[in-house]
Nanobody, 115 residues
Framework: QVQLVESGGGLVQAGGSLRLSCAAS????????MAWYRQAPGKQRESVAT???????NYADSVKGRFTISRDNTKNTVSVQMSSLKPEDTAVYYC?????????WGQGTQVTVSS
């Protein structure tokens, strides 16, 4: 059974930092693209950062220069370091793993940035 478990969310003041991590079990992430998405209240879920199996990264314009995605294939984990957080970064953040055959989602972790 595939399971993605996120951790690291919480409440932080504007300008602060948080690190989100996602541990994948029941799946080998080596051949997969791993990503973080977020969904704010009343808005559609959006891609925040993506990292391919080869280590290529892509970021939403709104987080470029502030967020850094990384992965550890030996531990089947993906993380995102979030810095200079803004109130508009407040959302539920979801871990996402895409294999050639399936797409998997974590349960989400809340990030709240206070002004």
């Amino acid at each position: 059974q595939v399971q993605l478990v996120e951790s690291g969310g919480g409440l932080v003041q504007a300008g602060g930092s948080l690190r989100l991590s996602c541990a994948a079990s029941g799946i080998s992430s080596r051949a997969s693209t791993m990503a973080w998405y977020r969904q704010a209240p009343g808005k559609q879920r959006e891609s925040v950062a993506t990292i391919t199996s080869g280590g290529n990264t892509n970021y939403a314009d709104s987080v470029k220069g502030r967020f850094t995605i990384s992965r550890d294939n030996t531990k089947n984990t993906v993380s995102v370091q979030m810095s200079s957080l803004k109130p508009e970064d407040t959302a539920v953040y979801y871990c996402n793993v895409r294999t050639p055959w399936n797409i998997y989602w974590g349960q989400g972790t809340q990030v709240t940035v206070s002004s």
